[in-house]
């Protein structure tokens, strides 16, 4: 009978402990978690206070490490700045763009020397380029003027008799080898011209010189006196010079040293109907007559006399003035 009261107290006590824990609320666990979530982010926060703080450099001053210039251009002069100093840039990039420029860029560059309205002079030397048995070298003088700064109109002037040269080993070969080719040689030759320049410009030379230049076309019409030179018989026949219809047709190049000095170079093919030695000395044909002139003259030929002309070119007057200003 005395066990029944301790009983009692027993079940009394299990009955009130789980009653205990499930009086707590569920907000209250979820609002404990928090409060250590603002501990943590309050404790992050005044951490990373603290690690600013100690980033900061005060104005004026280069961060350890760095070198005056280091941002200048990239990571390339920021070495030179470690390895050499003295060698750092230094420039202060606003002074440098506030600077005055009086540079000037022209939208159309003048030309080097204008022709238009001048007169161009040009004594030259020619000589034969196609000619394989006669040279026909000489002086010669031409006239241009310039109508635009691109046209010109002029004459030009070869003297050609006493430079012939019909080389004593090409006499010999076709005595020697009895075969006869019919040749020529010029007294001179005259022509009126239009001159046309396409195209100019400069270019660099020496290295450390800048040479301007133009290139040009001339063509034009006029004469040349020719007569044959004597092969086939020579002992009955002599021929007399005659003028002949010739065109001519060339391509030039000009290198200017001043703005009235100029060299030339210039190959032109003058284009004439030849007449030839009778390759027939009659001793068939006419064997009495051989001091006929009618039978010394062969056929006709065209004939391209293509030469290299060098020489200069003067032009007048020496100076002149440009229309627009630059």
Not at 104 to 122: D, G, K, N, P, S
Not at 152 to 164: D, K, L, T
Request: aromatic share 12%; with cysteine; charged share 20%.
């Amino acid at each position: 009978m005395k066990k029944r009261p301790i009983g009692l107290l027993v079940a009394a006590a299990l009955c009130l402990c789980p009653a205990g824990a499930f009086a707590q609320k569920k907000g209250d666990a979820e609002a404990a978690a928090p409060a250590d979530g603002e501990e943590a982010a309050a404790g992050e926060g005044e951490g990373g206070e603290a690690a600013e703080g100690e980033g900061e450099v005060p104005e004026g001053e280069l961060p350890e490490g760095e070198v005056p210039g280091g941002d200048i251009g990239g990571e390339g002069l920021g070495d030179i700045c470690e390895i050499d100093p003295a060698a750092c840039p230094k420039l202060d990039f606003d002074k440098e763009a506030a600077k005055d420029l009086n540079e000037q860029i022209y939208a159309v560059q003048q030309l080097y020397a204008l022709r238009v309205r001048r007169v161009e002079l040009q004594p030259y030397w020619a000589t034969s380029l196609n000619d394989q048995f006669v040279n026909h070298p000489g002086p010669g003088l031409a006239l241009n003027y310039y109508i635009t700064n691109v046209l010109a109109v002029g004459a030009n002037f070869n003297y050609y008799r006493p430079f012939n040269a019909d080389s004593s080993f090409n006499a010999q070969v076709r005595r020697a080898a009895r075969v006869g080719v019919p040749l020529s040689e010029y007294d001179w030759g005259a022509a009126l011209n239009f001159t046309y320049v396409p195209a100019y410009g400069k270019f660099a030379g020496f290295g450390d010189f800048i040479f301007h230049y133009d290139a040009y076309v001339v063509g034009g019409v006029g004469a040349i006196s020719t007569r044959p030179i004597p092969v086939i018989d020579p002992d009955n026949r002599t021929f007399d010079f005659e003028p002949k219809l010739a065109f001519n047709a060339g391509i030039g190049f000009r290198v200017f040293f001043t703005r009235w000095f100029a060299a030339i170079l210039e190959v032109r093919d003058y284009i004439f109907s030849d007449r030839l030695e009778n390759d027939d000395t009659s001793v068939l044909a006419a064997p009495n007559d051989p001091l006929n002139k009618d039978n010394w003259y062969g056929d006709n030929s065209l004939t391209n006399a293509v030469q290299a002309q060098l020489g200069v070119a003067i032009f007048l007057p020496f100076s002149f003035e440009y229309r627009l200003p630059k």
